[in-house]
């Protein structure tokens, strides 16, 4: 079945640091994965996209990999602020283009 | 401009009453459409999308239905709720299929049921 997967434990780090999340999938061939932040009690709200031939993608802070061979997409928040602190998710596509599936999304808390 | 309305915001039901939550979109149209619901502390389950009027899929078995009456309505019911009904409910819309676009969502239903 297909599968995606983020680290359920919450991400703890200081302010200024280097945030990163990890999100792994399984029987998927996506054309594309994208990002989401969430903050408690609201919608997710899209951040970014990268594309199955893009090894990188970059936006202000953030900063996105896509690896298709290892199944596997990095999410970067360089000098990371406390306003950082919220739910991140990655989601994928499936292979009909229809079904959208979120991971559980990972916490994100950084500490002034 | 494109956007997404959800109702109503924060709803408490008896367990054994109906439930209707609606869902419209606008700005697109032919979008794929989807109900998500997120208990606390916890991701994302994709409960129904739909790609079409009338075309409904379900992934999680469960009291639940919905129904696309209309190419930007989303609705989604329950002929008697149960405790484990409660939960954050979510529509989002993408457009068009394989485009690449992201998905945009309503503000959310809190749902209680006691």
């Known amino acids: 079945s297909q599968k995606i997967e983020q680290n359920s434990e919450a991400l703890n780090i200081q302010e200024g640091k280097t945030a990163t999340l990890t999100c792994n999938y399984t029987?998927?061939?996506?054309?594309?994965l994208q990002w989401y932040r969430q903050d408690p009690g609201r919608g997710p709200v899209f951040l970014l996209l990268?594309?199955?031939?893009?090894k990188e993608k970059r936006k202000e802070r953030l900063k996105v990999t896509f690896d298709t061979t290892l199944k596997q997409s990095l999410f970067h928040i360089t000098a990371s602020q406390p306003a950082d602190s919220a739910t991140y998710l990655c989601?994928?596509?499936?292979?009909?283009?229809?079904?959208?599936?979120f991971g559980g999304g990972t916490r994100l808390m950084v500490k002034p | 401009s494109q956007t997404i309305h959800q109702w109503p915001a924060t709803l408490v039901q008896p367990v054994g009453s109906p439930l209707s939550l609606e869902c419209t979109v606008e700005?697109?149209?032919?979008?794929?459409l989807y109900w998500y619901r997120q208990a606390a502390g916890r991701g994302l389950q994709l409960l129904f999308y739909?790609?079409?009027?009338?075309?409904i899929s379900s992934e999680v078995p469960q009291n639940l239905s919905a129904s696309r009456p209309q190419d930007r309505q989303f609705i989604l019911s329950s002929k008697k709720l149960l405790l484990s009904d409660s939960g954050f409910y979510l529509c989002?819309?993408?457009?068009?299929?394989?485009?690449?676009?992201?998905?945009?969502f309503g503000q959310g239903t809190r749902l209680t049921v006691v």
């Open positions: 029987n998927y061939s996506p054309a594309y």
């Open positions: 989002a819309w993408i457009t068009p299929r394989w485009a690449g676009t992201e998905a945009f």
């Open positions: 739909s790609v079409g009027i009338g075309q």
């Open positions: 989601a994928l596509l499936d292979n009909a283009g229809n079904m959208l599936t």
């Open positions: 700005g697109t149209s032919n979008p794929n």
């Open positions: 990268i594309r199955e031939n893009e």
